[in-house]
């Protein structure tokens, strides 16, 4: 591409946006960071991997309405090594939110979750989505990976769905579903995951110039 475009992907458990930014990914020839973020992040800051892991397990079994009262709005600073609260949840969050930013700097990506649509809010080369569909399609597709049927797979969507907002809230203090956080907020139930895949490419034509993808 001619010029560094971050696309963050939010999207519910069973829409398929996980599925979109892979997609997006691979026809780009970008990178693809998920989970791997908190690996870079490690790997910068030299704290253990599982500490990064166990952070987000921290903050996402909180309840969402408790997270709402109890939380620690992102605002870029990163504690020095030597500060006692260098290992803290909001200095870890600030961590990767800093390893975001050099992608952002650096490379054209695709970026899933890790509430980068915050961190990036600035950036005028990040697309942010949120992916989204109604119930019956999230349960459709859920059922396809899960052997839970039913009730118990509608709760563990909204458990699921629940810990984003958690996080989300805790750290940025806003609501992750809100549109107003977003460029693009796609149903993938009435598009469908190769036609969300093409209206970001589109989006990104219309914002940036036909030419973008040309080397």
């Known amino acids: 591409m001619k010029k560094n475009i971050v696309i963050t992907i939010a999207r519910q458990y069973g829409s398929g946006g996980r599925t979109v930014g892979e997609m997006l990914a691979d026809e780009l020839g970008i990178h693809y960071y998920d989970h791997e973020l908190m690996k870079l992040a490690a790997d910068e800051s030299g704290i253990s991997e599982q500490l990064f892991v166990q952070a987000d397990e921290n903050v996402s079994s909180k309840n969402p309405f408790l997270a709402g009262v109890?939380?620690?709005?992102?605002?870029?600073?990163?504690?020095p090594p030597e500060s006692n609260d260098f290992t803290k949840m909001e200095n870890l969050f600030n961590l990767q939110a800093a390893v975001i930013r050099k992608l952002a700097d650096?490379?054209?990506?695709?970026?899933?979750?890790?509430?980068?649509?915050?961190?990036?809010?600035?950036?005028d080369n990040a697309v942010r989505v949120f992916v989204h569909a109604p119930n019956d399609f999230l349960m459709?597709?859920?059922a396809m990976k899960q052997p839970m049927r039913g009730k118990e797979l509608e709760k563990f969507i909204e458990k699921t769905d629940g810990r984003k907002v958690a996080y989300y809230k805790y750290y940025t203090g806003g609501e992750w579903d809100d549109a107003r956080g977003y460029d693009l907020c796609l149903d993938s139930s009435k598009l469908g995951f190769r036609k969300c895949a093409d209206e970001i490419k589109a989006y990104i034509k219309v914002r940036f110039g036909d030419d973008i993808f040309e080397k």
């Open 70 to 79: 109890i939380k620690s709005v992102y605002n870029g600073e990163i504690l």
């Open 140 to 142: 459709e597709q859920a």
């Open 106 to 123: 650096t490379e054209s990506c695709v970026i899933i979750g890790r509430a980068a649509n915050f961190v990036l809010k600035d950036y």
